[in-house]
């Protein structure tokens, strides 16, 4: 499995050259603490042959003296080089190794576990392809697993490798391996992860890690190290949109101006029009300029020059794009950060904000919620704390061009700088929207001073409930994408209708066509989604009918909003609870498969929080029993608070 080559002998050249296309792949191992991290690292080294013999020698004499393994062979502390780490038997810097096999190149970051450095966590992630996600095989899912979890998915790693190790101490068994595997699947499906996979191991004894285990028969996939050097990262990187941040204007005699920087993302091409970003100054690329000569194109994440067509204004900091394909260039952003110093957040002080090359003050202005990385539910906080994680408002003192870290890793990310130590504070990730600073949560919004006070209507509601046999209500079906919202609505209707009653279905897909059709997916904007529709649901109401809403409606707390506006005597709650496995099996139109490929964003279920209602009116089960069934259930709810006559 060893990166030697025949090559060495014959042709040394050959050698380097085919050594120096290999792919190389960044990867980070996490979790709790002791979950075998370090030692996991060691023996995919060792494994691999990339330990000399001296260090060899070495690690078998510390292993005698600050080994966990009684005085055996310990690979942890090839990685765990503090002495304060090999005391303790724990990993508290992030250690970088390298290593490399025929097929790829490798650099490790051994992360630590201890919830008090998950700041360094979240730095080994900034970079990684892949992260592996130790679980100690007796101990199951753990609070910090679940951190690590949410951060990786927070940084935008797309593949998880959750390797279930010391299966030697459970006596390799299936049913405990199969058992963490579906409680992780259980948290990890409220996360944007599009590719996560399972291997049980022994670290220390190297079952599965690069050989196959012949104790764990009942595993056939891949062992770790295969996984390693098979798992396929070239589509990851973004190559449609082009975005050049120049680090240095190269001005070395008055011939040759060229603009010097990392191709963040996408691609260039000699003869491509470019822009510069702020001034909106356009030219074309005269050449691509590198230390080996010039090229005809160039692609990330290549350092090159560019030199262009036209003498335009271009600085450190500004940068290149294309005209028709430019990122965002706003003042003020939306992002998750992650804080990482011992003082806390403070809203409203100045900081420096570093952005690719550019170097800006700002504040954060509002910190919209803290994430509980335990429940993954959001608590309002009037700061951040050391390694919490919040969304939180930037407003900046000058626009910059971003965009959201999901598309964008480069373009995507900022560190915030404390002005005085000069020191770093916290870790920022763009978000795909930005709240816009003319939206306002109109929930509880005053009329404008034009509109008075409601109309009334020469029809009682009396005599509308005398002349339809029935009283008016909402019936509100939350649930989660197909889970059978939209069908049980309709059928439902029909039925009413059928019995002579007054109804009429409002979808929310229908509002997002019409009505809502200027909003998004975020929770601010599904939460104004549902106040609209309940607004149109109450004039239903006013009018006599019953009216069946079937929404996602994610959030408790807004549904507990619109009940107070169409009124509690006459909203209802049904959740329709079919199991997001059956959802999924369910989908028609994909939806799952395109958020758990990043695709569609903020989906609950997957990306995003669904909050099951806490006190539903019904709940009912279209998995398990027919839909004609649901409707009866629904039908006796209406007969019995008297809804029906």
Avoid at 418 to 423: E, F, K, L, S
Wanted: hydrophobic share 40%; with cysteine.
């Amino acid at each position: 499995m060893s990166h030697q080559s025949e090559l060495i002998a014959t042709d040394i050249e050959a050698y380097l050259r085919q050594h120096e296309n290999k792919e190389l792949l960044r990867f980070l191992t996490c979790g709790s603490v002791d979950d075998g991290k370090s030692t996991l690292i060691g023996r995919l080294l060792y494994d691999s042959k990339m330990i000399y013999e001296d260090q060899l020698a070495a690690l078998e004499r510390d292993s005698k003296i600050h080994g966990t393994t009684g005085g055996g062979f310990d690979p942890a502390l090839l990685t765990d080089g503090l002495r304060a780490e090999r005391e303790q038997g724990i990993t508290i810097d992030v250690a970088y190794r390298y290593f490399s096999t025929a097929r790829r190149k490798f650099i490790i970051a051994d992360t630590p576990g201890h919830e008090q450095y998950t700041r360094n966590m979240a730095t080994g992630a900034s970079t990684a392809d892949l992260a592996i996600i130790l679980v100690d095989a007796r101990q199951g899912i753990l609070t910090q697993t679940k951190r690590h979890s949410f951060i990786t998915s927070l940084l935008g790693i797309k593949h998880i490798l959750v390797a279930v190790n010391k299966m030697d101490l459970v006596d390799f068994s299936q049913e405990v391996f199969e058992r963490i595997r579906d409680d992780y699947r259980d948290f990890a499906m409220r996360l944007d992860m599009p590719d996560v996979h399972f291997i049980p191991i022994s670290a220390l004894q190297g079952d599965n890690v690069v050989e196959p285990s012949v104790r764990m028969p009942w595993y056939q996939g891949s062992t770790l190290m295969g996984f390693l050097e098979t798992v396929y990262i070239a589509s990851d990187r973004n190559l449609e949109d082009f975005r050049f941040p120049v680090q240095w204007v190269n001005r070395p005699h008055l011939d040759f101006r060229g603009y010097c920087g990392t191709v963040a993302s996408g691609i260039v091409r000699q003869g491509d029009e470019v822009m510069a970003l702020p001034s909106r100054k356009t030219s074309r690329v005269k050449s691509i300029v590198t230390f080996d000569g010039e090229l005809a194109e160039a692609f990330a994440p290549q350092a090159i020059t560019l030199t262009l067509t036209d003498e335009i204004d271009v600085s450190r900091g500004d940068m290149l794009v294309r005209p028709d394909n430019a990122p965002r260039l706003e003042p003020r952003l939306d992002a998750m950060l992650v804080w990482m110093a011992e003082q806390p957040l403070v809203v409203g002080k100045p900081y420096l904000f570093k952005h690719t090359s550019r170097l800006v003050t700002g504040a954060v202005t509002t910190l919209r919620y803290r994430v509980d990385v335990n429940t993954l539910h959001r608590q309002d906080a009037d700061n951040l704390q050391l390694n919490e994680i919040g969304r939180c408002v930037v407003t900046l003192s000058q626009s910059i061009p971003f965009d959201s870290y999901r598309r964008n890793r480069a373009t995507g990310a900022l560190i915030v700088i404390d002005r005085i130590t000069n020191g770093t504070v916290g870790a920022g990730m763009i978000l795909d929207r930005t709240t816009r600073s003319d939206r306002v949560d109109h929930w509880d919004a005053e009329p404008v001073d034009l509109i008075t006070d409601r109309s009334i209507s020469y029809v009682s509601g009396q005599e509308r409930a005398v002349r339809y046999g029935q009283r008016p209500v909402t019936v509100l079906l939350t649930g989660l994408t197909a889970s059978g919202k939209t069908s049980l609505a309709y059928r439902l209707e029909r039925r009413l209708f059928d019995a002579g009653r007054a109804c009429a279905v409002l979808d929310g897909r229908a509002m997002r066509r019409g009505i809502s059709r200027d909003l998004g997916f975020t929770a601010e904007e599904r939460s104004e989604n549902l106040r609209r529709s309940v607004e149109v649901a109450r004039l239903m109401n006013d009018a006599g009918l019953i009216c069946i809403a079937a929404f996602v409606a994610p959030s408790e707390e807004v549904r507990q909003r619109a009940r107070d506006v169409v009124g509690a005597d006459r909203f209802l709650v049904v959740h329709v609870a079919t199991p997001v496995e059956a959802c999924r099996q369910r989908d028609q139109e994909g939806a799952y498969a395109k958020a758990d490929a990043g695709t569609i964003a903020n989906f609950p279920g997957v990306s995003a929080p669904y909050e099951p209602p806490s006190a539903p009116d019904l709940v009912v089960r279209p998995d398990l029993v027919s839909t004609d069934e649901c409707v009866d259930q629904l039908l006796l709810l209406l007969a019995s608070r008297g809804i029906l006559d």
